[in-house]
């Protein structure tokens, strides 16, 4: 958590880029000048976090900026900027910040309107995959299409397609499913295999095409109109090996209580084994169809009205019983758009955005080809594709005929024009992409915020991570002086009971103050089907949500108290365990990051007294003025 609030810092305190010369110089480290602009452009960018944030006063957040270009002076000193893996990092970071340029709008327009199609409406498949790497041989890829076609022919003669999914299909699902994957809509799968889902009428099967997982063929078996998203909220109870018939037993005794009148979000807070959706009385993000396992999408979405609950039903993750919150139907295209333009640019459908952007940028650059070149690559001589004759000039950047052979070396299966088409489009792209900073202030701007930003993780990494990691002794010497701030509160080994009615939680209280067993006291209280008492038991730390208000740990039998929702609660404490300081392992990830957050703020001291840093006190003195609400 600590790592992810750094880089949030050092993105958030980023340098935009060098400010003009009429700027007024806020402050120096050493001979490095730090303009004006510079702050104020972080600010206005990032005000809105600032406000939420808790340094919230001028002073703050310039101290924070000002640690800043501290940390980034050390880097650039100690030359981090030449490793090999902030080299390599700062490729991949580049790479993920262009995508979003490489866009041609009226592509973008029509992809966004075919995806809406398809959202608006949901196909049900079934596959066969041939498995194939990107990069296979001619003679792996010829063998693994022949195979796809030999399938493709059985199911068209007549053997059921689960059959042949079950006997060719490599995908290690289809021995079960027999290749059906259920519904889907847009987005749900890779590009190419949702083109021929939705390409292919209904009870037809599809040509063989490739993914970059192999060969497959599809039968589409239905298209509807979409469900949209639902959102339910549930009580899962885990399956217990030792025990099988635990799970379904507490199930439904909790299925039983619901039907009395029951709250639901109360009994998931106390009985879901979901940890984190029984803290919000069972309540889980709205999803689509394709998102979850069948089971629990079917009764998902077979809910009707708001507020209905399922029947039990069991799933690989254990029981669950579901109730419906809210359905979301289809949005409209003009509500839909900006979603939907967000994916397709930073999804797989963006590399057919790209072509288009090539052929924009053709209008652009100065291009010479040397076509009477590529006539060598129908001859059989292999010297001659090999050779360095100029095949294509991209304004002032050279290709050869040799950077051609080996561009069809990684790139085959296409004949030498659509070959040459892909390497000329490409190298396009690339020129586009190596002078976008020459092109683009903003993402000039952008990018130098990735630059710095990475390499203050880099720094960290070294200067505090890893220290905190392998500094054992460091890490205890700061346990121990920190010792009484890592303890536990009192708890107790207790058993919680939940009863419908005053009248059956005083029966109840009776039993646990004669100490009958729980099984005992559930077989007196509960009649058959109906349940009125459900028990959670462990151990639990004083000021437990699970617990009253205002219980206090005691040995014995509480009092009944009235719940919120007629729930009537009764405690039976049968050891207390007293408060007593936490061993350095029951709390190390707690202790690290407090000892990351010593690390850094001593690191700081030292970075002040290592650089001297010059204020212009007048500047700044206006700069605070014109920003009040800091």
Same mark, same amino acid.
């Given at each position: 958590?600590?790592?992810?609030?750094?880089?949030?810092?050092?993105?958030?305190?980023?340098?935009?880029?060098?400010?003009?010369?009429?700027?007024?110089?806020?402050?120096?480290?050493?001979?490095?000048?730090?303009?004006?602009?510079?702050?104020?452009?972080?600010?206005?960018?990032?005000?809105?976090?600032?406000?939420?944030?808790?340094?919230?006063?001028?002073?703050?957040?310039?101290?924070?900026?000002?640690?800043?270009?501290?940390?980034?002076?050390?880097?650039?000193?100690?030359?981090?900027?030449?490793?090999?893996?902030?080299?390599?990092?700062?490729?991949?970071?580049?790479?993920?910040?262009?995508?979003?340029?490489?866009?041609?709008?009226?592509?973008?327009?029509?992809?966004?309107?075919?995806?809406?199609?398809?959202?608006?409406?949901?196909?049900?498949?079934?596959?066969?995959?041939?498995?194939?790497?990107?990069?296979?041989?001619?003679?792996?890829?010829?063998?693994?299409?022949?195979?796809?076609?030999?399938?493709?022919?059985?199911?068209?003669?007549?053997?059921?397609?689960?059959?042949?999914?079950?006997?060719?299909?490599?995908?290690?699902?289809?021995?079960?499913?027999?290749?059906?994957?259920?519904?889907?809509?847009?987005?749900?799968?890779?590009?190419?295999?949702?083109?021929?889902?939705?390409?292919?009428?209904?009870?037809?099967?599809?040509?063989?095409?490739?993914?970059?997982?192999?060969?497959?063929?599809?039968?589409?078996?239905?298209?509807?109109?979409?469900?949209?998203?639902?959102?339910?909220?549930?009580?899962?109870?885990?399956?217990?090996?030792?025990?099988?018939?635990?799970?379904?037993?507490?199930?439904?005794?909790?299925?039983?209580?619901?039907?009395?009148?029951?709250?639901?979000?109360?009994?998931?807070?106390?009985?879901?084994?979901?940890?984190?959706?029984?803290?919000?009385?069972?309540?889980?993000?709205?999803?689509?169809?394709?998102?979850?396992?069948?089971?629990?999408?079917?009764?998902?979405?077979?809910?009707?009205?708001?507020?209905?609950?399922?029947?039990?039903?069991?799933?690989?993750?254990?029981?669950?019983?579901?109730?419906?919150?809210?359905?979301?139907?289809?949005?409209?295209?003009?509500?839909?758009?900006?979603?939907?333009?967000?994916?397709?640019?930073?999804?797989?459908?963006?590399?057919?955005?790209?072509?288009?952007?090539?052929?924009?940028? /053709?209008?652009?650059?100065?291009? *010479?080809? #040397?076509? &009477? $070149?590529?006539?060598?690559? +129908? %001859?059989?001589?292999?010297?001659?594709?090999?050779?360095?004759?100029?095949?294509?000039?991209?304004?002032?950047?050279?290709?050869?005929?040799?950077?051609?052979?080996?561009?069809?070396?990684?790139?085959?299966?296409?004949?030498?024009?659509?070959?040459?088409?892909?390497?000329?489009?490409?190298?396009?792209?690339?020129?586009?992409?190596?002078?976008?900073?020459?092109?683009?202030?903003?993402?000039?701007?952008?990018?130098?915020?990735?630059?710095?930003?990475?390499?203050?993780?880099?720094?960290?990494?070294?200067?505090?991570?890893?220290?905190?990691? /392998?500094?054992?002794?460091?890490? *205890?010497? #700061?346990? &121990? $002086?920190?010792?009484?701030? +890592? %303890?536990?509160?009192?708890?107790?080994?207790?058993?919680?009971?939940?009863?419908?009615?005053?009248?059956?939680?005083?029966?109840?209280?009776?039993?646990?103050?004669?100490?009958?067993?729980?099984?005992?006291?559930?077989?007196?209280?509960?009649?058959?089907?109906?349940?009125?008492?459900?028990?959670?038991?462990?151990?639990?730390?004083?000021?437990?949500?699970?617990?009253?208000?205002?219980?206090?740990?005691?040995?014995?039998?509480?009092?009944?108290?009235?719940?919120?929702?007629?729930?009537?609660?009764?405690?039976?404490?049968?050891?207390?365990?007293?408060?007593?300081?936490?061993? *350095?392992?029951?709390?190390?990830?707690?202790?690290?990051?407090?000892?990351?957050?010593?690390?850094?703020?001593?690191?700081?001291?030292?970075?002040?007294?290592?650089?001297?840093?010059?204020?212009?006190?007048?500047?700044?003195?206006?700069?605070?003025?014109?920003?009040?609400?800091?």
């Amino acid at each position: 958590m600590y790592k992810k609030l750094i880089v949030f810092a050092a993105l958030l305190f980023a340098l935009m880029i060098n400010a003009q010369e009429k700027d007024k110089v806020l402050f120096s480290i050493d001979d490095e000048k730090v303009y004006t602009s510079e702050f104020i452009r972080v600010y206005q960018k990032n005000k809105d976090i600032v406000i939420e944030n808790e340094h919230k006063n001028f002073d703050d957040y310039f101290n924070l900026f000002v640690d800043f270009k501290l940390k980034l002076k050390q880097a650039y000193d100690i030359q981090l900027d030449t490793s090999s893996t902030y080299i390599s990092e700062l490729e991949n970071y580049r790479e993920q910040l262009v995508t979003p340029y490489l866009q041609d709008q009226e592509a973008v327009e029509l992809l966004i309107k075919e995806a809406y199609d398809r959202t608006v409406t949901e196909v049900s498949a079934s596959h066969i995959l041939v498995r194939l790497n990107p990069d296979a041989k001619p003679k792996d890829t010829l063998l693994a299409y022949q195979k796809i076609t030999e399938a493709r022919n059985k199911a068209l003669n007549g053997i059921s397609f689960e059959q042949v999914a079950k006997q060719y299909s490599e995908d290690p699902s289809a021995k079960q499913n027999g290749g059906n994957l259920g519904y889907f809509s847009a987005f749900s799968m890779v590009y190419a295999f949702e083109n021929a889902a939705f390409n292919t009428k209904k009870g037809e099967i599809s040509e063989p095409f490739r993914t970059q997982f192999g060969y497959h063929i599809v039968k589409v078996n239905d298209k509807r109109n979409s469900f949209g998203e639902v959102q339910v909220a549930h009580i899962m109870v885990k399956l217990n090996p030792e025990n099988p018939t635990d799970a379904k037993n507490k199930i439904f005794d909790i299925y039983n209580k619901l039907e009395q009148g029951g709250d639901f979000k109360t009994i998931a807070q106390q009985h879901s084994d979901d940890v984190s959706s029984a803290k919000k009385g069972g309540s889980l993000p709205k999803f689509g169809t394709g998102k979850m396992i069948k089971p629990f999408e079917d009764i998902a979405f077979s809910l009707q009205n708001d507020g209905d609950f399922s029947e039990p039903f069991k799933t690989t993750h254990g029981w669950h019983i579901l109730k419906l919150l809210k359905k979301y139907p289809v949005k409209t295209f003009e509500e839909s758009h900006d979603f939907l333009e967000s994916k397709i640019k930073n999804g797989n459908r963006s590399k057919y955005v790209e072509k288009a952007l090539a052929n924009n940028l /053709k209008k652009q650059y100065k291009i *010479i080809e #040397y076509l &009477e $070149v590529l006539s060598d690559f +129908y %001859a059989v001589d292999n010297d001659k594709m090999k050779s360095s004759k100029t095949l294509l000039i991209i304004e002032n950047e050279n290709f050869t005929s040799n950077n051609f052979y080996n561009f069809t070396l990684e790139n085959k299966n296409k004949n030498i024009g659509e070959l040459y088409d892909d390497f000329k489009n490409k190298k396009i792209i690339n020129y586009f992409k190596s002078h976008l900073e020459e092109t683009d202030k903003e993402f000039a701007i952008i990018y130098q915020e990735y630059k710095d930003g990475l390499l203050l993780f880099e720094l960290l990494q070294k200067n505090i991570w890893e220290k905190s990691e /392998k500094d054992t002794i460091g890490l *205890i010497n #700061y346990f &121990e $002086v920190n010792k009484r701030k +890592y %303890a536990w509160k009192k708890r107790a080994k207790l058993s919680i009971a939940s009863c419908t009615s005053i009248e059956k939680a005083k029966l109840v209280k009776q039993y646990l103050e004669e100490n009958k067993t729980i099984d005992q006291i559930k077989n007196f209280i509960n009649e058959g089907a109906t349940i009125h008492v459900l028990f959670s038991v462990g151990t639990i730390e004083e000021g437990s949500s699970k617990l009253p208000k205002n219980y206090e740990i005691t040995i014995g039998v509480s009092k009944i108290y009235n719940e919120k929702n007629n729930q009537y609660i009764i405690i039976k404490t049968d050891k207390i365990i007293l408060p007593s300081s936490k061993k *350095i392992d029951e709390t190390r990830g707690e202790v690290i990051n407090d000892y990351q957050i010593y690390l850094e703020n001593k690191w700081v001291e030292d970075l002040r007294k290592k650089y001297k840093i010059k204020l212009n006190k007048k500047t700044l003195k206006k700069l605070k003025s014109q920003y009040p609400d800091l």
